[in-house]
């Protein structure tokens, strides 16, 4: 069995696979037994010329995945994968040199922990630094603390994940799967969070998550977060996907159905947004226009959710 898996799912985004390799084939691997696995979830631009041109110089698997979906491109990558160590990660980063034996070795070192995560260190435009908080998912901390088990409430990003075999065999024993389909990025469709309900089975399950610090990637600054209303999608889409994550008990107040605080929460955001825009402070007004837009969001999913 090999050391490590890596696998990608991809989606008409051939140049940026492309860099991505080209950053894969500069990491220190020596001693490692390793693979790359790309699932092609139905590109339609020269994403296979790329990944053969890359198998010469990569221990590299291309699958075809026609089923449009992120999260069934990743289970298709998982089935053809070997390594004992299973790390996922995006088309469009460049992890740090030594990414892979920084993994392999916290997991010798944690020999009692079946998942692992390292810093994605995401570039903001200058113009929303100090907006995004509440709006975009990050796992990264300043300073970085040593090696540790995550606390509960903190839910890593799928760009840097690390799971054991025996980890996955046991969430997908009896035919499941540990990537939801019906979540994650879908063609030109999204709803964020596929890694957050898979984690959160793997905890209720008792399993707990190692951060890495050693072991960061960059990603890459998606064009959506250069415009107001591309961070408003994004926002829209995590908004979507706490839906998923979130189940709030029937002792949780509600008001029309929903719980109370996320209305409340939604209403102070705008109100709040409207304010600072008043003011001529525009951080602070985008910062509560993002917060309030995934909070619509939720609002909107789940009054989906409850109707018959």
């Not at 699932?39 to 994403?47: G, K, L, P, V, Y």
């Not at 409430?153 to 996955?168: K, V």
Request: charged share 20%.
């Amino acid at each position: 069995m090999l050391d490590l898996s890596v696998i990608i799912a991809t989606y008409n985004r051939s140049r940026t696979l492309g860099r991505t390799l080209a950053a894969l084939a500069e990491l220190d691997t020596l001693g490692l037994a390793w693979e790359v696995v790309v699932a092609d979830n139905n590109s339609r631009d020269d994403t296979p010329a790329v990944c053969r041109r890359w198998q010469g110089r990569l221990p590299l698997t291309y699958v075809f995945e026609g089923r449009q979906g992120k999260n069934a491109a990743y289970n298709t990558a998982l089935a053809a994968a070997s390594g004992e160590l299973i790390v996922t990660t995006d088309d469009d980063i460049t992890p740090c040199r030594n990414w892979l034996k920084a993994l392999r070795e916290a997991a010798r070192r944690w020999s009692d922990h079946d998942v692992f995560c390292g810093p994605v260190i995401t570039p903001i435009p200058s113009a929303f630094a100090g907006t995004l908080e509440g709006a975009v998912p990050t796992c990264n901390f300043n300073p970085p603390p040593p090696q540790r088990v995550l606390d509960a409430d903190l839910m890593p990003i799928g760009a840097n994940l690390a799971f054991r075999r025996r980890c996955l065999e046991a969430a997908t024993a009896g035919g499941g799967t540990l990537f939801d389909p019906a979540i994650g990025p879908c063609g030109a469709g999204r709803i964020s969070g596929s890694e957050s309900v898979a984690l959160q089975a793997l905890m209720q399950a008792g399993r707990r998550i190692v951060y890495v610090p050693e072991a960061s990637v960059l990603h890459e600054t998606p064009a959506g977060f250069r415009t107001v209303g591309g961070l408003c999608r994004r926002a829209w889409a995590q908004g979507r996907g706490d839906v998923r994550v979130h189940r709030f008990g029937a002792d949780v107040p509600r008001l029309i159905g929903m719980p109370r605080f996320v209305l409340r929460t939604m209403v102070e955001d705008f109100l709040a947004a409207m304010g600072h825009l008043a003011a001529g402070r525009r951080k602070n007004a985008l910062a509560r226009l993002f917060h309030g837009v995934r909070f619509l969001a939720i609002c909107r999913e789940w009054r989906k959710a409850a109707r018959p």
